[in-house]
C-alpha cells in the first residue's frame, strides 16, 4: 500500500465515521490520565478515534473491541512513527515504520516486528531491500552501501551469510561463500583489470590455496595463512607436456615430460580454475594419486 493511498483511505474513514457516526464520537479521559476521543459501540473503543498517553504517545486510527485495530497513525513520543495495518493491537501487514535515527522501513510486518519484504533505509544512506525474519534480515536480499559497494546474496539472522556477490567501489567484485558478513569458503575475486583469485578466504582473508591467473589464463598457483603469502609457483598449460585427466585440459607445475606427456610429481590445476590435484603423481601423463581440492562456491578444502 503507498502512502498516498493509505492517507486517501483513512481520510475516508473520518469523513465516514463524522457522518454517520457523530452521534457516538465520545471523549473520554482516564484514570490514568489517558485520553480517547472518538467512537465507542457498548463502553468499548470501535471504529475511528485517537487515544494519547499519559506519556505523550499518540495513535490515530482504527479500532475494534478496545484494540487498535485496521489502519492508523502511531507517534511515540520520542520521535518514532508508523504509518499502516494493525492486528489486535500490533503491527501486523503492511506498513511505514520510522525510528528516532530517521532510519526508515517500509513492508512487511507481523506482531510489532518486521517480517516478510520491504525495504530499510538508514539515515545515512545505506539500504536494504529483501526479506525479514522476526525482526532480522533473512534469506534472499540487497544491501547498498551510500560508498558505492553493493551485496547481493543471502543473508542469515541479520548477517551476510551464504552465497553472493559483493560489488565493491574500486571496481573489483567478489562471488563465493560469506559467513558473518567476511568473506569465508571459496569464491572468486575479479578485478578490475579482468585478473582474478580463485581460491579458499577466512574472516576476509585470503586463507589456504588459490589460484592467481590473469585474462590470458596464465597463473600461479598460491598457498596463504591469513592473508599471509607463504608460496607461489608458476602454472602454464604445456602442449609438449600434456595431463590425461576427467577429459579437459590441466595445467602443470611439474617440469618432468616423458614423450609429451607429464611425468612425476607436482601440482595440476583444470584450465577452468575449477579444480586443484595438489601433490599430483603422474605417469605418463595420467594421474595415479594426489589431493583434489576444488574452488567452487560453497565447497571446502
Known amino acids: 500500500m503507498t502512502m498516498h493511498k493509505f492517507l486517501n483511505h483513512f481520510l475516508a474513514l473520518v469523513l465516514f465515521s463524522l457522518y454517520f457516526s457523530e452521534a457516538q464520537a465520545q471523549r473520554v479521559v482516564y484514570a490514568n490520565g489517558d485520553k480517547y476521543e472518538g467512537d465507542l459501540l457498548e463502553g468499548l473503543r470501535h471504529g475511528v478515534g485517537v487515544y ?11 479500532f475494534k473491541a478496545d484494540q487498535l485495530n485496521g489502519e492508523g497513525v502511531f507517534k511515540w513520543s520520542d520521535g518514532r512513527l508508523y504509518e499502516g495495518e ?23 510486518f507481523f506482531a510489532n516486528r518486521m517480517h516478510g519484504s520491504g525495504k530499510f533505509v538508514w539515515a545515512n544512506g545505506d539500504s536494504f531491500v529483501g526479506n525479514y525474519l522476526n525482526g532480522k534480515k533473512n534469506g534472499s536480499g540487497e544491501f547498498v552501501w551510500s560508498n558505492g559497494e553493493r551485496y547481493e546474496g543471502q543473508f542469515l539472522d541479520d548477517d551476510i551469510s ?7 567501489a574500486d571496481g573489483s567484485y567478489y562471488i563465493g561463500s560469506f559467513a558473518s558478513n567476511q568473506r569465508n569458503g571459496s569464491g572468486v575475486l575479479v578485478l578490475p583489470d579482468g585478473g582474478r583469485y580463485n581460491g579458499f578466504y577466512r574472516d576476509d582473508q585470503k ?4 589460484l592467481a591467473y590473469s585474462l590470458d589464463r596464465a597463473g600461479s598457483l598460491e598457498y596463504w595463512e591469513q592473508g599471509v603469502l607463504r608460496i607461489s609457483k608458476g602454472l602454464a598449460l604445456r602442449e609438449g607436456c600434456r595431463v590425461i585427466h576427467e577429459d579437459r585440459n590441466w595445467l602443470f607445475s611439474g617440469g618432468s615430460c616423458v614423450n609429451g606427456l607429464a611425468h612425476g610429481k607436482g601440482d595440476i590445476v583444470s584450465i577452468d580454475h575449477e579444480k586443484l590435484i595438489h601433490g599430483a603423481v603422474l605417469v605418463l601423463g595420467r594421474l595415479v594419486e ?11 578444502k
Open 290 to 300: 594426489g589431493q583434489e581440492i576444488s574452488f567452487l562456491a560453497g565447497d571446502s
Open 162 to 168: 551464504g552465497t553472493g556477490i559483493h560489488y565493491y
Open 86 to 108: 494493525f492486528v489486535k493491537g500490533k503491527r501486523q501487514g503492511r506498513g511505514r515504520y520510522i525510528n528516532s535515527l530517521r532510519d526508515s522501513y517500509e513492508g512487511a
Open 52 to 62: 494519547s498517553w499519559s506519556n505523550g504517545d499518540v495513535y490515530e486510527g482504527e
Open 207 to 210: 586463507h589456504g590455496y588459490g
